[in-house]
């Protein structure tokens, strides 16, 4: 399926994930997307020297806030590498917490599966891995700009599975924005952004097959929730397949042949520890989708709304009700409308 997409988008589109990443040079996506942060949140990111890395080429920075105030630590693993584990994802190796007399900054770690340099050129991302990082800096900054004092509810901690993927779903909007891409693209050799004509063609193949995208993640997220009634009910592996069966015939459009064991490697609900909460990547997206609303209203780099959501989303972590939290943001309760429009599937197209 992944190399009929990619034939067919070549075909309608008219343009290559390699043409795509001669504008993407990773320390120019990085440098601009520290930008992009300062513009928003008033986050200041600087790289550190520490003697306390696992690998030469992982990095340490500094975050500090608009007035001046370091707010934590940020490690960036950011290269494939052998026997590395593969995907990306956010580590908080130290929590934040706040006493009379302690007060300990909160440490994230970034790792991502990036192409290295080779052969003294730059390391070049796809369009998918520049979405990618900025998904797990989404993460990083939930954990890192908390102000919360108890650990329990200290950036990440304590935010239910509905609003978990919030912050880091909404970064990503800004991978699709010529503003932000002005700031993040830039080519290889000529340091010119991505060009008009070639964006149009990424927006457009965005939506591709996104009706198909999103019954998969409704698959996934029903199996999961049903899977979880009958957990500790001693039911056999065949009961699993057939649920994972009835799943796919209520939403599935393509079936899998009959030896294919998706179930036995569904990752995120055993060792990921997303059991029964699958759900939240779907329901993060209307929350993203309608709150990135907010800043095409008032502008996609308006530091105002920027702040807003520093102050009432990322800064609260778990104290507060997520529904709580993005009323207070949006001025209203989260509506699916956003979500359709973004995914090409609204009935107003």
Not at 16 to 32: C, I, M, N
Not at 108 to 116: F, S, T, W
Request: charged share 25%; glycine share 8%.
């Amino acid at each position: 399926y992944a190399w009929v997409r990619e034939k067919y988008r070549e075909s309608r589109f008219a343009y290559t994930a390699e043409e795509v990443r001669t504008y993407f040079p990773l320390e120019k996506v990085l440098s601009g997307l520290f930008v992009l942060l300062r513009k928003l949140f008033g986050i200041t990111i600087r790289q550190e020297r520490t003697e306390q890395i696992w690998e030469d080429d992982v990095r340490f920075f500094s975050v500090s806030d608009g007035s001046g105030h370091l707010r934590g630590y940020c490690y960036m693993d950011l290269y494939a590498r052998p026997h590395k584990s593969g995907g990306a994802w956010m580590a908080d190796f130290q929590g934040r917490m706040s006493t009379g007399s302690i007060d300990r900054l909160p440490i994230a770690c970034l790792v991502c599966n990036l192409p290295r340099p080779l052969d003294g050129q730059p390391a070049l991302l796809d369009h998918d891995d520049v979405v990618t990082l900025f998904h797990e800096c989404g993460h990083g900054l939930h954990h890192l700009m908390t102000r919360m004092a108890v650990p329990q509810v200290a950036g990440i901690n304590g935010v239910p599975w509905d609003a978990v993927e919030f912050p880091s779903q909404l970064l990503e909007n800004w991978c699709w924005n010529r503003q932000a891409l002005d700031l993040i693209s830039g080519h290889c050799q000529t340091g010119e952004p991505i060009p008009d004509a070639l964006l149009d063609k990424i927006r457009a193949s965005r939506n591709l097959d996104s009706g198909m995208s999103m019954l998969r993640q409704v698959e996934f997220a029903l199996f999961d929730l049903e899977l979880h009634r009958i957990s500790g009910s001693g039911e056999s592996i065949e009961k699993v397949r057939e649920i994972l069966a009835a799943v796919r015939k209520r939403v599935a459009v393509m079936f899998p042949p009959a030896f294919n064991r998706f179930e036995n490697g569904f990752s995120h609900v055993f060792s990921g520890g997303y059991a029964a909460g699958y759900y939240s990547y779907k329901w993060a997206e209307v929350l993203a989708a309608d709150a990135f609303g907010l800043f095409e209203e008032t502008g996609v780099l308006n530091n105002e709304t920027g702040h807003a959501f520093l102050h009432k989303i990322l800064e609260t972590g778990g104290s507060r009700d997520p529904m709580e939290a993005f009323v207070d943001f949006r001025g209203r309760k989260p509506e699916i409308d956003a979500l359709l429009r973004v995914s090409g599937l609204s009935s107003a197209l």
